[in-house]
């Protein structure tokens, strides 16, 4: 069975930092792509990055470069999003999925879903 459990989600003050970690289970394709995800209530569900196992290429929203960071270990089945310079809109439920991201995280097709973490980010 295919898992992938987030954590490191919690309250944060605009202008600090959370690192979230996907450890994920059960999937032992070659190439494939880790990404995480957000919602916030009343918003459609956001690609917030993506990583992919065979090149290592990377993909993020508009909103998030420069302050977002994803990076995986696949040897040890885990992925990472550290956030740094936290607003109060990147407050959502963050999710990992592993499946498959283009070269812009608007496109993706992933086959698991994580349950999610909670990202508060106050003012």
């Known amino acids: 069975e295919v898992q992938l459990v987030e954590s490191g989600g919690g309250l944060v003050q605009a202008g600090g930092s959370l690192r979230l970690s996907c450890a994920a289970s059960?999937?032992?394709?070659?190439?494939?792509?880790i990404g995480w995800f957000r919602k916030a209530p009343g918003t459609e569900r956001e690609g917030v990055s993506c990583?992919?196992?065979?090149?290592?290429?990377?993909a993020y929203a508009d909103s998030v470069k420069g302050r977002f960071t994803i990076s995986g270990d696949y040897a040890k089945n885990t992925v990472w999003l550290q956030m740094n310079n936290l607003k109060p809109e990147d407050t959502a439920v963050y999710y990992c999925?592993?499946?498959?991201?283009?070269?812009?995280?608007?496109?993706?097709?992933?086959?698991?879903w994580g349950k999610g973490t909670l990202v508060t980010v106050s003012s």
């Open positions: 990583i992919s196992s065979g090149d290592g290429r990377t």
């Open positions: 999925a592993i499946g498959w991201c283009g070269p812009h995280v608007r496109m993706y097709a992933m086959d698991y």
């Open positions: 059960g999937f032992t394709r070659d190439d494939y792509s």
